[in-house]
């Protein structure tokens, strides 16, 4: 039996296969697996929704006319509204653990996901298991100094630009960027900046993966 969706502003049945880019691409994240790797991992809030839907949308065309500069950084009015419709029609719920499926939503989630293509699945998981497990300064300072355009309307900007010095050097120490990508959020060369890292007792050693996360951002879709 196919599975549907009831759209619940206009009470529109859809399948799986036709959904709106913005809602596929919600129910595809909410069922990666994230950083823990259990599928279906909840995201952490709607800050880290629109973030990791913001990443995944700069090698998704659809989504990323979605999305424009607002006060938080990169922010798609879209993506809110469908999420509030998912709430209403019990697809999705908000706990303690943040935004997750429920048993309804797990089942059309379940036909998107193995509908989805490897690229796609591969994407998306490595959008959620970088940026899930990221501190609120994490994401905006991640987010904020690789897409300096989508953050002229923001109201935290200030905030942001303060904190990136010390933000590098956590995101570098979770293994998120490369010592060059570290080096550049906090606005360094990269000798200064392994010094700075010496200064506070922690080596300047480099993942071996972490080219690979530092690529992403803004990634070519062909890569994947």
């Known amino acids: 039996m196919q599975n ?8 529109i049945r859809l399948s799986a296969d036709d959904l709106d880019p913005v809602e596929r691409y919600l129910f595809l994240l909410l069922y990666s697996p994230g950083p823990r790797g259990s599928a279906g991992e909840p995201i952490k809030g709607d800050l880290w929704l629109q973030k990791e839907l913001f990443l995944v949308s700069q090698n998704v065309e659809p989504l990323r006319e979605e999305f424009e500069a607002y006060r938080l ?3 798609s009015e879209a993506v809110e509204e469908y999420e509030s419709q998912l709430r209403v029609s019990q697809f999705i719920d908000v706990a303690a653990s943040g935004i997750r499926l429920t048993e309804k ?3 059309i ?3 998107i996901w193995e509908s ?15 940026l899930n497990d990221l501190s609120r300064d994490e994401l905006l300072v991640l987010i904020y100094s690789s897409f300096e355009e989508s953050t002229v309307n923001s109201d935290i900007k200030a905030e942001v630009e303060r904190k990136r010095s010390d933000v590098a050097i956590s995101l570098f120490r979770k293994q998120k960027v490369s010592l060059e990508r570290a080096a550049r959020i906090a606005r360094m060369p990269v000798m200064h900046f392994v010094k ?6 922690i080596s300047a050693y480099e993942p071996s993966d972490a080219e690979l996360k530092e690529e992403l951002l803004g990634a070519d879709p062909n890569r994947y």
Request: glycine share 10%.
């Open 4 to 11: 549907t969706i009831m759209l619940s502003t206009w009470g």
């Open 73 to 75: 950084g990169p922010f």
């Open 105 to 107: 939503g797990q089942s």
């Open 109 to 111: 989630a379940k036909e």
């Open 116 to 130: 989805a293509d490897e690229k796609e699945r591969r994407l998306i998981i490595y959008v959620k298991q970088l």
């Open 196 to 201: 700075f890292l010496k200064a506070r007792g």
